[in-house]
């Protein structure tokens, strides 16, 4: 069964740039659409960013513009490249694998979940 693991959350100011990488344990990794959610307190999970197995992409209202979706399927692993950050981007991000290249947005199409990586941007 497919792991995932996240990493390169961390803390940086207003304006600043993270990279997040998603790691992938299965060699199917190819086959599955990725997503990245992410969750601040006391909200819901919200849909953030998703590349299907065709390398589509799709992003939230909120970042679009801002972040970039890839994936690099010989390594298999997904990443999020979030620039001009900002403090309401604050959360737990998740990355995410599923079947479903159609239905990217909402987190019940997606099987497997890492275990979550915090990124917090100060004013």
């Known amino acids: 069964q497919m792991q995932l693991v996240e990493s390169g959350g961390g803390s940086v100011q207003a304006g600043g740039s993270l990279r997040l990488s998603c790691a992938a344990s299965?060699?199917?990794?190819?086959?599955?659409?990725m997503g990245w959610f992410r969750q601040a307190p006391g909200k819901g999970r919200e849909f953030v960013a998703a590349?299907?197995?065709?390398?589509?992409?799709y992003y939230g209202n909120s970042v679009k513009g801002r972040f970039t979706i890839s994936r690099d399927n010989a390594k298999n692993t997904a990443y999020l490249q979030m620039n001009s950050l900002k403090p309401e981007d604050t959360a737990v991000y998740y990355c995410?694998?599923?079947?479903?290249?159609?239905?990217?947005?909402?987190?019940?199409?997606?099987?497997?979940w890492g275990q979550g990586t915090q990124v917090t941007v100060s004013s």
């Open positions: 590349i299907t197995r065709n390398a589509n992409t």
């Open positions: 995410a694998a599923g079947r479903s290249d159609t239905i990217v947005q909402i987190s019940s199409t997606y099987e497997t």
């Open positions: 299965a060699r199917n990794f190819n086959t599955r659409a």
